[in-house]
């Protein structure tokens, strides 16, 4: 259980949106992230000031934003966050808000984008950040996988990208081949793992 | 109506305060990107981006940083550029004084060459500004 546990979720625990609501290929995305106290990181931040940290309210609009990015070379390119020109709090969000989260690419390049982020409460704005993302920070990483591709898509399905992702023409958003793929062989061990282990199990009672 | 010098230069030195953090008093002609503003590679990208949109131009980027020369196995050697790779860094770069490079050309020292002034002659000339 504890294998099949860390497979499905161990790898990628770095989840800072709820779930995305829109998100047009290659121009803009809007994604929500609730605030609950039920969150360790809620009140162990400032005990007794019960707030969203700030820098995890960064990484969810670049996570918006770098998904974004991503997308447009089917998740191939190595998307880092390389740089936080501008970060503005407004006030602090706190348990009960629910964090709207819009990006917006404003560059794109062979070396990589910008985008601007807007963090809303209702309809009043959070915080605003600016991101720079490159494509080549991660080179020197070339000859390793960074991310498996079927833990991979399943993070991007559990933010509900396929069911809001729209092409810049509107058509429904659809996952690379190579990525669905390996999802289907990654489900395909885990299934033969599962059964290996139920004969095992039977075996022995 | 072609922008003007002065025009150029107000918005390289938006573009630098923006991307830089630094303050509009820091950004003078003669300060180096590098050394007196403190721009970092990651910057540059920032800057070019932030250019090209305020100008609406393109800018190739082996055009204000050519790397593929800098790293040439044909222009480098013992991390100095030959006398071949200098001329051709001429050309490249027209918009930049090299002269005080050329005389001692270590490619380490390369990156701290690019002042804002440079900066404002390549968007010059890229804009045609009078």
Redesign the interface.
Known sequence: MQERQSRNCGVMRWMWIDRFVEFVRGRRARAVKNISLAETYIDGYLPGFPIMPAPLIIEGLAQTAGLLAGELSGFRDRVVL??V??AVFHFPARPGDTLEYSAVL??VDK??A?AKGVSRVGDVVQAEVEF?F?FH?GDKFADKVLFDPADLLRMIRTFGLYDVGVTETGEPLLPPDYMVEAESQSNADLEARHHGRVQQATVHT | MAVTKEEVYKKVQNALV??LGVDDDEVTPQATMVGDLGAES??F??IV?RL??AFGIEIP?AELFPEDILTSSEYVQDGKVTPAGVEELKKRMPFADLTKFASNPVVQDFGNLLTVQDLCNYVNSKVGAA
Do not use: H, Q, T, V
């Open positions: 390389a740089k020109s501008k404003e560059n070396d990589g910008s720079i490159s920070l | 923006e991307a990651i910057d990208l920032d981006f090209e949109k980027r």
